[in-house]
């Protein structure tokens, strides 16, 4: 027995050595970048931390963090034979969605941000911040936190360090970035990099403020720990901070999924859409062949499912793109094994589970579930708010087991069908731009430009029925230019000039078409089956680049005949398939004055081309 002990007590260590505390005296010993050590120390001052946590981004460092998480309760483990490496996490209940009215461009002047932007002073925004700040972490560690958005060495990625009081969000970022000592290699001595200062506060909607100031490269975060709202690199980073980096810069960072679809002769063909908010990047991104075109041997692989950063290459005059994550932020409720199988994949093992149900399994431990899951509904399981929830209360009630937003957190690694390309410093070439929302009514399943302005005109007027991603009344159109709305950086006139723009560099241009998988009957039933089927339409996309689909010109775009979109397998009609296509005059007309407050609110603003778009429509019409 005092034989054992030692060799015991040895085990025991050898797992539990793991510790990123650090005391500040050490600080500048972890920190060499001089630049950094300046803004941390400044940070550490205000915020008042107990702690501090050097993030090193090794998997020893995760799993600590995991552990620990489980003690102070910001995560449960879940049954770790069923998902190995998994977590569930509840976020505060006012606390599950971006919040679009607390976010801020901040900036001297407003007309710098423009008219679909909330605006605050950088001045008055620093200070009011500064005084929720101030003292926030005391009692808290504080995680430092730096990363890379896009892959190591890519011309186009860039550094992000977030100093944060949340556990969740530290191991979230070591999941959604490339997190860790890569980073301080990718930075140098460097002074250009994003300073994302979070705190959860007491995750008060009253004081809660998402704020970037694109002038000097920093993002302050206060009061959430949910998603876009707290992950900097993400929606904060890679979108409207970088959008107004590649404004300057001459690049793009869009809301825009990456996909790779190889024909079965071996053909590869980069597609990216931008669809908004829970509108079908992730599923789109994984879609699976369905049987005749798998058996012929088409492909998909993913590059990213919701941010795409596009430059033109010099040499080639085209467009290239990479994603700057690392891992995926996916919706959960409606993911099953018939819908996406690869997000399914995705998130067997490594994952975090964010306001979903949580099921107690007969020895004591826990299972996930969710509305849309495969197999038998649980007899009860805890709601995604801690209540109690069963299929009799879900009937009584229509409460939800899962928010109708809860996220799946997982790396990019896990996905069984991604592109060999998705770490390359070089991107892909881009040969297709898809612009899709979600429209019940009225809008077509598929048709193309007719010029990459006509195209640019379809992003910038593209309409989207609101969705549960952000807090707010949920199916009402909006305008999302791009499925950009809630993330431009700066100016949208100036964005839109900077898309016209871009095409000035390309010698060979991305064809641009608009979707819709959305249209419903007068039933509410979806007139298209979606996911996998999707290939039917992405078929006639790829087609088309390549000039091999015949197209007939209508006054909104180039559309297919009904049989120039295969429906063979499917319970489609060609009548059918002609009524999703069909657009009536009034149908149209309704479309081009819902279209009017968009260019009310731009009035002054817009670049002339969009009107002239406009007014070629109207003509065509
Ligand atoms: P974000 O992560 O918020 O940017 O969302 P996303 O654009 O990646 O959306 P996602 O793929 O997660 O899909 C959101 C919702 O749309 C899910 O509930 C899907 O079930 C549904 N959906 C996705 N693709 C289709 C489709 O082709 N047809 C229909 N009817 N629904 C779809
Ligand atoms: C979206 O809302 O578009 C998302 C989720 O992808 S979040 O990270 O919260 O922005
Ligand atoms: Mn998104």
């Known amino acids: 027995m005092s034989m054992a002990a030692p060799a015991e007590k040895k085990t025991m260590t050898a797992t539990n050595t793991f510790s990123g505390y650090i005391t500040r005296n050490d600080l500048a010993g ?45 995560f449960i483990k879940l049954n770790q034979q069923k998902l190995p490496g998994c977590y569930f996490h509840r976020s505060n209940s006012n606390d599950v969605a971006r ?16 008219p679909t932007n909330n605006w605050m002073s950088d001045k008055e925004a620093y200070a009011r911040l500064r005084g929720l700040y101030d003292g926030c972490m005391k009692g808290r560690t504080m995680f430092i936190v730096p990363f890379v958005m896009g892959p190591i060495g890519s ?37 250009e990099f994003t300073r994302c200062l979070h705190s959860v506060g007491d995750v008060n909607p009253d004081r809660r403020y998402i704020c970037h100031f694109p002038l000097d490269n920093t993002i302050w975060s206060f009061g959430s720990g949910y998603g876009g709202n707290a992950l900097l690199g993400k929606k904060c980073l890679a979108l409207r901070i970088a959008s107004y980096l ?16 190889t024909s079965p002769k071996g053909q590869k063909t980069y597609v990216a859409a931008a669809f908004p908010s829970a509108c079908g990047k992730t599923n789109f991104a994984m879609l699976i062949p369905p049987g005749k075109y798998a058996d012929q041997g088409w492909k998909i692989t993913t590059l990213g499912d919701d941010i795409a950063w596009m430059w033109v290459d010099k040499e080639s ?74 299929p009799q209360i879900a009937k009584e009630t229509g409460a939800k087991a899962a928010h109708p937003n809860s996220r ?58 609101t969705t549960a991603a952000a807090t707010g009344a949920v199916g009402v159109v909006r305008r999302d230019p791009m499925a950009m709305l809630p993330f431009i950086g700066y100016n949208i006139r100036d964005y839109l000039v900077h898309w016209s723009r871009m095409r000035k560099g390309m010698k060979d241009c991305p064809r641009i078409f608009h979707v819709n998988w ?65 657009v009536t005059p009034e149908e149209m007309k309704a479309e081009i004055i819902g279209q009017e407050e968009l260019f009310l609110k731009l009035a002054g603003d817009l670049p002339k081309e969009m009107i002239f778009q406009r007014e070629l429509l109207i003509a065509r019409l």
């Open 99 to 114: 919040t679009e009215h607390l976010t801020f461009i901040c900036t001297p002047s407003d007309d710098l941000v423009g």
């Open 246 to 261: 590649g404004r300057q810069q001459g690049w793009m960072a869009e809301h825009m999924l990456l996909l790779c679809a």
């Open 408 to 465: 799946f957190t997982a790396p990019m690694a896990n996905n069984p069908v991604l592109d060999e390309s998705a770490d390359d410093p070089a991107g892909v070439p881009v040969s297709a731009i898809i612009f899709g929302g979600r429209r019940s009514k009225g809008v077509p399943l598929i048709y193309q430009a007719f010029n990459w302005m006509h195209g640019v005109y379809l992003g910038f007027t593209l309409g989207s029925e």
């Open 518 to 582: 959305f249209r419903k009957d007068e039933n509410g039933k979806f007139l298209w089956p979606g996911f996998g089927e999707n290939m039917r339409v992405l078929k006639w996309i790829i087609d088309r680049c390549h000039g091999g689909a015949y197209a007939v010109e209508t006054p909104i775009g180039w559309m297919p005949r009904p049989g120039d979109i295969d429906l063979e397998g499917l319970s489609v009609t060609r009548e059918q398939f002609e009524k999703m296509q069909a």
């Open 317 to 390: 005059g085209r467009l290239r793109a990479i994603n700057p994550e690392a891992g995926y932020f996916g919706v959960v409720p409606g993911t099953n094994y018939t819908s996406n199988p690869n997000a399914m994949e995705s998130m067997k093992k490594d994952t975090i589970y964010t306001n979903v149900g949580l099921v107690t399994l007969p020895d004591g431990t826990y299972d996930v579930w969710w509305e849309g899951k495969d197999g038998e509904v649980p007899q009860r399981c805890t709601d995604w708010q801690g209540r109690e929830w069963t």
């Open 30 to 74: 972890h920190c060499k970048n001089p630049h950094a050590l300046a803004w941390i120390e400044k940070c550490i001052d205000l915020c008042k931390p107990d702690k501090l946590f050097w993030c090193n981004g090794s998997a020893a460092e995760r799993q600590s963090l995991f552990e620990q998480g489980c003690k102070d309760g910001t």
């Open 155 to 191: 011309p186009l990625a860039k550094v992000g360090i977030e100093l944060t009081d949340s556990l969740y969000v530290t191991v979230s970022m070591s999941i959604m970035t490339r997190m860790g000592d890569v980073a301080w290699k990718q930075l140098g001595d460097d002074d």
